[in-house]
Every structure is written in structure tokens, then in C-alpha cells.
């Protein structure tokens, strides 16, 4: 057992080494996930033109540089890992918009304001939390009312699904929640989470959010031939999602 700072610590280690791993990244679409459909595709975000933005779980900057040449107005990317966050600082000097980059767990969004973000966005991160209702009220709190929140994140049910032996099976529990002590994730140690769908589904309403959309559909593109034993690979998503996203939004108190 591991008490939830000790897990975020774990985890910040970890985060700071495996960084490089991470560095690649595209900024000329916004994509939720390797089999997902892309933003382009779904339009949650709308027109960023001058659009308050937070980012949780910025990792190497890649999503707030797409979010900047997009038109932001302003940009905040919050991150545990010191390393994610120097990559950045460096992707992202180029632009002549406030961008202020946090290094803060998820759990405490330290030094975050309050009521003033039109959009909240987290790409394959809000797993990682150790206290997910916590950062949920936290990404709550920090939107205005009508503000939106969209995150995608592996499908519960992707995570606990490997292939042995050409099959599929489980390799855990989909019904017991809980976290667990990798030691050789990516050569590091790092405590992962397993969750249910309906523990985000209803993590998102307790934070008081409306939820617009949830989507599990897949783009398998047709010349993917990866190898099935792969973690993410197109034999796997034919049988399940590997990517979830959901949008959500704040409600506009003042209307209705
Ligand atoms: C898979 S990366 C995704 C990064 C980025 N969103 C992207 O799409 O490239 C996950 C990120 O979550 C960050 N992270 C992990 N646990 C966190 C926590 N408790 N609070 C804040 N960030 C965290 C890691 O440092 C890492 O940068």
C-alpha cells in the first residue's frame, strides 16, 4: 500500500526519466489516441481563436504548440514531471501568446486559476492520477461556467486485454478497481490505476460536469498490419476501443 503522495512521487520519478520517450509529437492535428478519431474529425473544441486553454498533463508541449498555432488566446499546461515540462518551454518559445507552464500534480493544479479557462483538455493523462475526483472538481473549478473539458484515455477495457498465444485474454480484473506497482514500465517503476468506464462517467458528473459525448469508436487504418502482440495494435482494436473520449462541459449557471 501506497499512500497517494507517495504514488504521485513514483510516478514524478518515473515521468522524469522516461520523458525522451515521449518528446516526438505532432502539432499539425490534434489526435486523442493512436485508433481514435482526431479533432479534426470530431470538432469538440470548436474555433480556438483566442480561446483560455488548460492543458492537464501537458507532457512535451506538442498539444499546446497545435493549440497556439491554432489561435489561442491563452495557454496553461500543467504537468508533474519537470522533464516533460522543459520540452515544453522549448517547443513552445516561438509563440507571442501567455503561456504559463505548471509543474503541479494533476490532484493539486497548484497556482491554477479559478472560474477562467473556456476549455479544459487532457490527452492520454487523467489516468495517471492518483485521486481522480479530486482532479476532476479541480478541472471543474478552474473552467467557467459553459467551459468545456475533453479527455481521452486508454478504454478501461483495452488495459486489462493482451494477446497470448493468438488470443485475447484478461490479464485482470475489469470489476476490481485499485492501482498497482509496475517495476519495469519503460525500464522505470510507476503505479498504475485501473478504473471502470462508469467510474469516469460517473467521476464526471459527481464534479458536477454535463457530459456531451462519449466516444469509443476506432480509425484502423486500412495498410496497419502491426503486429497483434503489440500493446496498441489494429488486430486488438478490431475486437475493443483502445482509446476512450469524453466531452463534457460546466454548466452556464446564468442560462435556464
Ligand atoms: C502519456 S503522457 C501524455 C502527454 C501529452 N498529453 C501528450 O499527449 O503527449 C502523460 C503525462 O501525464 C503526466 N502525469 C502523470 N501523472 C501526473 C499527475 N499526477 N499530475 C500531472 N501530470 C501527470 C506525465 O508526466 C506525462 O507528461
Known sequence: MFKEEERIKINKDAWNIVAPQFFEGSF??????????????????????????????CGS????????RAGAGELFGVDLSTAQLESAKKVNS????????IE???EELKGVPRNYFDIAISIYALGWTVNLSK????IFDALKPGGVFVFSWEHPVHSLLEYRDGKLVFKR???EEGYEKHESW????IVMH??????????LIKAGFIIDQVVEETRIPENDTGEPNQWYSAEKARTLPPDLIIKSHKPDFNIG
Open 94 to 101: 516561438q509563440f507571442n501568446i501567455p503561456i504559463t507552464l
Open 28 to 57: 499539425t492535428n490534434l489526435e486523442y489516441g493512436m485508433y481514435a478519431p482526431s479533432e479534426e474529425e470530431l470538432n469538440f473544441l470548436g474555433d480556438l481563436k483566442g480561446k483560455v486553454i488548460l492543458e492537464v498533463g
Open 135 to 138: 482532479t476532476l472538481s479541480n
Open 186 to 189: 519503460r525500464t522505470v517503476s
Open 194 to 203: 485501473y478504473r471502470k468506464l462508469s467510474t469516469y462517467i460517473n467521476g
Open 173 to 175: 480484473s475489469y470489476v
Open 61 to 68: 508541449g506538442h498539444t499546446l504548440e497545435y493549440m497556439a
Open 104 to 106: 503541479s500534480p494533476m
